[in-house]
C-alpha cells in the first residue's frame, strides 16, 4: 500500500519525539509516565502508527519541557 502524506507526517512527529527524547537521555517509560500515558501508546507514536490526538502531543511535549511545534519540524 502507498504512503500517504498523512502516513508521512505521522512518521515524521514519530521520529522527531523519539529524538528529541533521546537526546535528553530520557526513556519511553520516564516520558509515558511523566505525560501520563501509556507506554505502548508513546511507542506507537514514535513509530508513526495510527492517529493521535494533539492532546497527547501536547502531554509529550511537556514532558520533555519543548514546544509542540518541535514535534512538525523537517
Same mark, same amino acid.
Given at each position: 500500500m502507498e504512503e500517504t502524506r498523512y502516513?508521512?507526517?505521522l512518521k515524521m512527529i514519530g521520529k522527531n519525539v523519539r529524538a528529541i527524547r533521546? =537526546?535528553?537521555g $530520557? =526513556?519511553?517509560e520516564e516520558v509515558a509516565n511523566e505525560a501520563n @500515558?501509556?507506554?505502548r501508546? $508513546?511507542?506507537? @507514536?514514535e513509530r508513526g502508527e495510527g492517529n493521535t490526538t494533539i492532546n497527547s502531543l501536547l502531554k509529550i511535549a511537556e514532558?520533555?519541557?519543548v514546544? @509542540? =511545534?518541535e514535534f512538525f519540524l523537517t
Open positions: 502516513d508521512a507526517a533521546n =537526546s535528553k $530520557l =526513556s519511553m @500515558i501509556e507506554y501508546q $508513546l511507542g506507537r @507514536i514532558a520533555l519541557k514546544n @509542540i =511545534s
